[in-house]
């Protein structure tokens, strides 16, 4: 079997009502739908952010491969952008696409869901928290803030047991207000976690720890600009809440410097930049050895949740000796509830939770299928070709 081509659909799909973190409005969600053909007219799907001429200028040089030489494959395309750290970015988006697009298709040729691929699986669910809580304009307006309030009662009722707010978007005394309004909505057997997505200084995110401590926030996440390990080191020593991070981690390497220091408690590779399948579960067991729990990150649409899950099924319980319970030492994921038009229309199935669990997929390859009219509504532009 050879690659013959990658085809890729831009997405965008158009946010009615906008909603804000600290890094401003979104109005839109995007992805870059990536499908792998083979010689024999197998195809699999992956997705990334890269633009799609920067993706086809990196990708061409795959065509001819064997997809079912995964490390080969994620090789040719890092490698070629290795000096001076050109890995981190686009080559790590484009092996992360491939590779999970290269898993979904020799699943299906060989009729196995990429679980046993990978080896197998230890558990058939996949514990998951609800991602959502941005600002909505109503709450900007309202400091009782009755859209959060809301949200989070319907993520409770949906039955998710945890799930992770925005900081960093108002003034301080605003944010610790907000947290402490979500405890006290959610009551104390919900789990709540806090994202400033890099909002403060180290000095000013150790004094939001410090007065949203109380709310028993479960983790504390990207505090400060990731690219600054020693503030990042110096947060999770002094913070009384645990911190979280690494959503924009490219490859091992970058992975390796935040495990290696103990830069923050939890780690959150993202399996649409960090590498694709073979990277993410690499990952896993890199913070399996160095006793960090790993939480990956989850934000775009199904074809990365189904690439999550597939791995997740396969990773150790670590530490082994505790009885199995998430956040401690089963594995959990992201489970971003925020709107989302592409996502909603792009995969069948598309995954929903019981009580804050997912199953694991069981058909062939990724176990999901795109819909060609939802590439056709939202792509922007042409198919982009590499062959
Ligand atoms: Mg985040």
Redesign the pocket.
Known sequence: MKIERIELHNLVGKIDEPYKSSMGWKTTRNTLAVKVIADDGTYGWGETGAGANDFADVARGIVGMNPERFGSVWQSIVNTRYQGGGYAGVASNVASAIDIALHDLVGKSRGLPVYELLGGKVRDRIFTYA?GLFYTEKDVNDSTWPDLREEAQSHAEAGFKAM?MKIGGLTMDEDVDRVHTLRRTVGDDIRIMV?A?EAYDAGTAIAMSRRIADANVGWF??PTSSQALDDNLLITTQSPVPTAGG?SASTRRDVARLLRRRIFDMI?PEIICVGGISELKLCAQMAEAFNIQFVP?F?NTHISLAAILHVLATISQAPPAHPKEPFVNEPATEFDQTVHPVRSALTDPFFTQSEGWVDVPEKPGLGIEVNEDALDHFRVGDVVVAD
């Open positions: 991602t992770k994202d997505n996440e990207e959503e959150q990150h934000f």
